[in-house]
């Protein structure tokens, strides 16, 4: 399995942004599809964006046009840009790994992401 730390987290009024980052421990990293997920309190965690190995990316509808997911091959980094944030976005945000012949998915700690006036 990956080793997988998130940080960037933090509170921030609605309307502003963050910046998160997911550092991997995985000498190979190239070989993994990567993944921030968010958990709400009382809520099941749910997907938020994807990036291939490959480089391909996805977002679930509600941060389509507001969050970004990029990769660093070379620093083994992925990052989750979250611009416009609303209330709403408040949850705590994991980072996932996937190696792309399948197998246990990693996780990280997750950060908390607070969305307040």
């Known amino acids: 399995q990956v080793q997988l730390v998130e940080s960037g987290g933090g509170l921030v009024q609605p309307g502003g942004s963050l910046r998160l980052s997911c550092a991997a421990s995985?000498?190979?990293?190239?070989?993994?599809?990567m993944g921030w997920y968010r958990q709400a309190p009382g809520k099941q965690r749910e997907l938020v964006a994807t990036i291939t190995k490959g480089g391909s990316s996805t977002y679930t509808d509600s941060v389509k046009g507001r969050f970004g997911i990029s990769r660093d091959n070379a620093k083994k980094m992925v990052y989750l840009q979250m611009n416009n944030l609303k209330p709403e976005d408040t949850a705590v945000y994991y980072c996932?790994?996937?190696?792309?012949?399948?197998?246990?998915?990693?996780w990280g700690q997750g950060t908390q992401v607070t969305v307040s006036s």
């Open positions: 996932n790994a996937k190696h792309f012949l399948g197998g246990v998915d990693s």
């Open positions: 995985e000498t190979v990293f190239s070989f993994y599809h």
